[in-house]
């Protein structure tokens, strides 16, 4: 399943993963396709088996803070909206830890992992000056290996405090603990605090103040002191980027980063993507870069690759949704870099050339979409595109072996009136495919 991994039309960013049993499910924010703000005021989850990371399931509303979806609010004291959740599982049961904004946030609880949820309490807490009186933006959660619980929030500086794990909902006295990781270098926290166990290993995931990054720091307790790492992932290179939020979780014995990119234009629609990454034995974890896999191992250049897959996209071009089926890239000027990582053209070499065929939606311009491979200058061919025509078409050079794909958008005016195309948008691009 490449990236985005869930179905096209859904939009979960702040993802949090967790393995319960035989399937994998993820936690997250519930963003709106045309929306001037962020989030929703629901949570939503899907999971799928851990056997086949290709096929998820949606279990419907989890929570929610105004009725609807033929259930009531789960919260009478607040309409605001749902941010960044984050489930964990102690002796049979889920606890659901709620950000509600500008309000005091919530534990909820659930015999299955899928919910409903059901409303347990507020936090309750004896902290004079609370960082943010109650709200605890963006919990996430630990529980360790001998039944202690953590919570972990933050927006511009970061916190920890340690629950009763008889109720989960109570902070224990003198637990309560300020800038668990710093705001200065190179930590330079800001947000999207996400805990995780690993060996003897305490992670905390978190968006540094580049915004677009997840970080890491460790430590050999759950209280710290934390030891800045690196980052795992940027949503900004090359993209569209913006905030990001996430976490790492193992599967079947492979790990992967959690994250969400950036569609329409707007940092208040995002999907989640998903990359493999390694841990190393020292503890660190090296940055992996955005692809189009999410799941797989490899795309296959023979089936319909649908634009909106692209994790390269330089100057100017963006993804956006027309409707509930299509979504295309937009904005396509002169000199638009797309792109696609990474492709398995298999071994079966020929000195015939093959066929390269995009869907457009024409935008009344002529010229050339260049295709490379491995960069922007390795071209193997190239194709036309005009005025009043849905196709662009031609052969190109066969290659073999697995290779990033690269298009780009050239202008057909050369003439004295080019200046007067610049910056016109040449076309819209749905998908692409080779043929053999």
Known sequence: ??????????????????????????????????????????????????????????HGDIFRTRPGGGRPADADWSERELYAPDVVEKDGKYYLYAYIVDSKGCVAVSDKPEGPFKLLSQYQYNIPEHYDDGTFIDPGVLVDDDGRVYVYCGFEGSYMCEMNPDNMY????GTYQTDIIP???????????????VGNTYYLIYSPKTGSRLAYATSSSPAGPFTYRGYIIDNGVDFPGGNNHGSICQINGQWYIFYHRMTNSSIMSRRGCVERIEILPDGSIPTVEMTSLGFSQSLNPYETTLADTACVLKSGALITELDLFTRIITNITDGCVM????????????????????????????????????????????????????????????????????????????????NSFQGRQLFDLISFVFCK
Do not use: Q
């Open 339 to 418: 792109g696609w990582k990474y492709y398995d053209f298999g071994e079966d070499y020929t000195n015939e050339d093959i066929l390269f065929a995009a869907k457009l939606l024409p935008r009344g311009c002529h010229g050339r979409i260049r295709i490379c491979i491995d960069n922007e200058t390795e071209e193997i061919g190239s194709v036309e595109f005009f005025h009043n025509s849905a196709e662009a078409r031609g052969k190109v050079k066969n290659v073999t072996g697995t290779h990033a794909v690269y298009l780009i958008a050239e202008s057909g005016y050369t003439s004295w009136a080019k």
């Open 1 to 58: 399943m490449p990236n985005p991994y869930l179905p096209n039309w859904e939009y979960i960013p702040d993802g949090e993963p967790h393995v319960f049993g035989e399937r994998v499910y993820v936690y997250g924010s519930h963003d709106r396709v045309d929306s001037e703000h962020f989030c929703d005021f629901k949570l939503k989850v899907w999971s799928a088996s851990i056997d086949d990371l290709d096929h998820w399931k949606c």
């Open 170 to 173: 109570e902070v224990l006295d």
């Open 183 to 197: 705001v200065e270098e190179p930590f330079r926290f800001f947000e999207a605090c996400s805990p995780r166990k």
